[in-house]
C-alpha cells in the first residue's frame, strides 16, 4: 500500500456521512469520494507514482500484463482517464481516482481548512469544491484482481462551482433589512 496525500484536487459525487451499500443487499456498506485530478499537477505525478508502486510490489513479474488487463475496466481500476466518462460534470480532459473507505474502518475525517472537523452533512463540502485529501492505493490479486483506493479524511480547500446542482448562495445577492425596511405588520 501507498499512503499520499492529495493537494488540490476537485470532490466529486461525495457520500462522507451516510455509508450505502456498494451492491444493494451485499451487506458491505462504504463511503465514496472521487477525486478530479488536473493532468500535469502535482497531485497526478503523486497519485501515478504511488499507483505504479503499489503494483510493482503486488503484481510483481506480472505487473505489465496485469495493468494491461486493469487499465480500461473502471471496476477493477481507481486511477483512470476522465474522458472514459466524459458525460460526467467535470471529467472531461482530466484524470480520476475513484476511492471508498469500509464502513467496517470507520466513518473518514472530514474537516474545515483549520482541522475542526465537520460532523454532519450541511452542504460544507460538496461536489465540485476543492480539497486535500489522505488517500492509500493498493493492488489486489485473486479473484477481484485490480487497483484500489482508500480514503481516510479529507480537508475542505476552498469552493468551486457545484456539480449537477443548483448554486449555492454566500448571501451577497440580498441587502441587509433593518427594521424600518419592514413595517411590524410585516413580521
Not at 51 to 63: L, S, T
Request: with cysteine.
Amino acid at each position: 500500500m501507498a499512503f499520499i496525500i492529495l493537494k488540490d484536487v476537485r470532490l466529486a459525487f461525495p457520500r462522507l456521512y451516510e455509508p450505502v451499500e456498494y451492491a444493494a443487499g451485499d451487506g458491505k456498506p462504504r463511503y465514496d469520494a472521487t477525486f478530479i485530478v488536473t493532468p500535469g499537477s502535482d497531485a497526478e505525478k503523486v497519485i501515478q507514482k504511488a499507483y505504479d508502486e503499489a503494483a510493482k510490489v503486488k503484481f510483481e513479474k506480472k505487473c505489465t500484463s496485469n495493468l494491461a488487463m486493469i487499465k480500461t475496466n473502471l471496476q477493477k481500476n481507481c486511477w483512470y482517464d476522465g474522458n472514459l466518462k466524459e458525460d460526467l460534470d467535470g471529467y472531461a480532459g482530466n484524470m480520476i481516482l475513484a476511492t471508498h473507505r469500509s464502513k467496517k474502518d470507520g466513518a473518514p475525517k472530514i474537516m474545515r481548512r483549520d482541522k475542526s472537523l465537520i460532523v454532519s452533512d450541511a452542504g460544507e463540502i460538496y461536489s465540485g469544491c476543492y480539497v486535500n485529501a489522505s488517500v492509500e492505493i493498493w493492488a489486489q490479486t485473486g479473484e477481484n484482481m485490480g487497483m484500489r483506493a482508500t480514503f481516510a479524511g479529507i480537508q475542505f480547500l476552498r469552493g468551486g462551482d457545484s456539480f449537477g446542482g443548483a448554486r449555492k448562495s454566500d448571501g451577497s445577492e440580498f441587502e441587509e433589512l433593518s427594521a424600518e425596511t419592514i413595517g411590524d405588520d410585516d413580521l
